[in-house]
């Protein structure tokens, strides 16, 4: 159970400090150009971010108790190569599902 | 006699935006299930999609707090995954900068991921466009967005009172997940960022409080910006 306190500090914080990034620049920076460095970072924030959240859910799902399991490895590699050749987000998913059902049935 | 043009400006956002209804829903559903899922009663789960309104950084934040995260690691991780969002806010601010502060205020909050890249396009195109017409077009891209993510987040919560706890949705994140970060793997140094900050959250999953996580997030995009600065030579 998540913890109440935790929850609110949560949704309270993440969507002030949410909007003061969307606010950032365009309440109170105005257009000044950002320095190059800086862009050419934040440009990376997502596809860095996100791929480090998932790998260590897909290497060690805590659904089998942290032991690497054949049927989600098989749905995540489904999920990315739809992805990546189709640019289709729904597809994949559905490839992904499609994936982790299908290797649970065989593996399993 | 005619309508205001900025009416036309207006119903051209909404037909832009429109075609992201086709994740904004999936999405949204998915989100107010695994928050029931979690425990999540409706007004917490719709609470959370109002006030924070960015999908990802939800999907994140709800899966560490699940996993007992302390809830400054939560949120540091979460805004992260946001950042990008300051990119959106500089980049949009030649556009729409010029507003009052109520607008500017305004289009801050409604600032996503769907309404910054119709939005983006069509005034590259139209640089001729007044700032009037570029409001009204933001506008038009939100409606078919915003909204409709608070209404699927709530659809989402009554399903999710609906499905068995057990029915392994455990695994929806992570594939969702990948399935968003797929398309945005455009360019050689988008592949370097996304593979380091792989191989680095593996090696460094041993590190307390998932700051694992946010070291290889860093380092993969450094590798990124490396790579980037490489190539343009």
Not at chain 1, 72 to 83: E, F, P, S, V
Not at chain 2, 51 to 79: D, K, Y
Not at chain 2, 132 to 153: I, S
Not at chain 2, 181 to 206: D, E, K, N, Q
């Amino acid at each position: 159970m998540i913890d109440r306190g935790d929850l609110w500090l949560v949704i309270i914080g993440l969507g002030l400090g949410s909007y003061c990034l969307r606010f950032l620049f365009l309440g109170l920076v105005g257009d000044r150009p950002l320095p190059a460095w800086l862009t050419r970072h934040l440009r990376y924030t997502a596809v860095a971010m996100m791929p480090a959240l998932v790998a260590p859910l897909v290497a060690w799902p805590a659904a089998t108790g942290g032991q690497t399991d054949p049927a989600r490895l098989l749905a995540a590699a489904a999920t990315l190569g739809i992805g990546m050749l189709t640019k289709n987000v729904i597809l994949a998913i559905l490839s992904g599902a499609v994936a982790l059902l299908a290797g649970g049935y065989l593996m399993g | 006699m005619p309508l205001p043009s900025r009416n036309s400006d207006y119903w051209q956002g909404v037909r832009a935006g429109s075609p992201f209804l086709l994740v904004i829903a999936p999405f949204g559903t998915l989100f107010g299930v695994l928050a029931t899922e979690a425990g999540l009663n409706l007004f917490e789960t719709l609470t959370f999609s109002v006030v924070v309104i960015a999908g990802a950084a939800q999907f994140v934040s709800l899966q560490l707090l699940q996993e007992h995260v302390p809830a400054l690691i939560v949120l540091a991780s979460a805004l992260a995954v946001n950042l990008r969002m300051a990119m959106y806010s500089a980049a949009i601010t030649p556009h729409l900068g010029g507003m009052p502060l109520w607008k500017r205020a305004l289009s801050a909050y409604f600032l996503i991921d769907q309404t910054y890249a119709a939005s983006a396009l069509e005034f590259e195109r139209h640089p001729e466009k007044t700032l009037a017409q570029k409001f009204a077009f933001f506008m038009g891209t939100m409606t078919p967005t915003c909204p409709p993510w608070y209404a699927f987040t709530l659809l989402g919560a009554w399903l999710g009172e609906a499905v068995p706890a057990d029915f392994g949705l455990d695994f929806a994140l992570p594939i969702a997940f990948l399935a968003m970060i797929a398309p945005a793997l455009r360019s050689g140094a988008h592949v370097v960022a996304a593979l380091v900050a792989t191989v680095c959250a593996l090696l460094l999953a041993w590190m307390p409080y998932n700051l694992g996580v946010l070291c290889a997030a860093a380092l993969g995009m450094v590798a990124g910006a490396e790579i980037e600065r490489r190539m343009a030579r």
